[in-house]
């Protein structure tokens, strides 16, 4: 069962109204838990791939990662948890795990259960929410994974229009 049905969510998935690239974050973050993700990814045989700029590097640990110099360039890391759906996640702090998603691959049920299941994995892995806040609006959650409901589900107060 669909833990979203795309006809009641698809307001929060119009890039004219959330921007195209919407903010997912797991807040209250460690170390430890951006290492757990990393290694989420690769139990799961999500593809993936680690970069530094424009140089594509082996995947390191997260501590290493969040121990580089202030002033370096934020490494990416691309992961594909289905086939046309991308998740970008940057290393800019080490309290929140966060990640963007492009609106415009999700734009039908089987995409926006490909997130569902890859928020879930997250959290459920974690043991913490995963939360997606419109573009630039941190802090304003739409929709997340809930982890006493163990499922996604809208956060939004009242639905975008």
């Known amino acids: 069962m669909a833990d979203l ?16 690239l919407p903010d997912l974050r797991v807040p209250d973050a460690s170390v430890e838990d951006w290492q757990a993700v990393l290694e989420l990814v690769v139990a799961r045989g999500w593809k993936n791939q680690y970069a530094e700029g424009e140089m594509v590097l082996p995947l390191p640990r997260a501590a290493t990662v969040l121990s580089r110099p202030a002033d370096a360039e934020c490494p990416s890391l691309r992961v594909w948890p289905a086939a046309d759906v991308l998740a970008i996640f940057r290393f800019h702090a080490d309290d929140e795990i ?18 569902c299941g890859f928020l879930r994995a997250i959290g459920r892995h974690l043991g913490k929410p995963v939360l997606m806040d419109p573009e630039g609006g ?22 975008v229009r």
């Open 5 to 20: 049905l795309w006809d009641d969510v698809r307001c929060l998935f119009d890039p004219d109204l959330v921007g195209s």
């Open 138 to 159: 941190h802090g304003h959650p739409v929709l997340g994974f809930d982890v006493e409901a163990d499922q996604v589900v809208v956060l939004a107060e009242r639905p």
């Open 98 to 115: 966060d990640f963007d998603v492009d609106l415009q691959e999700l734009q039908r049920q089987e995409r926006l259960d490909a997130l």
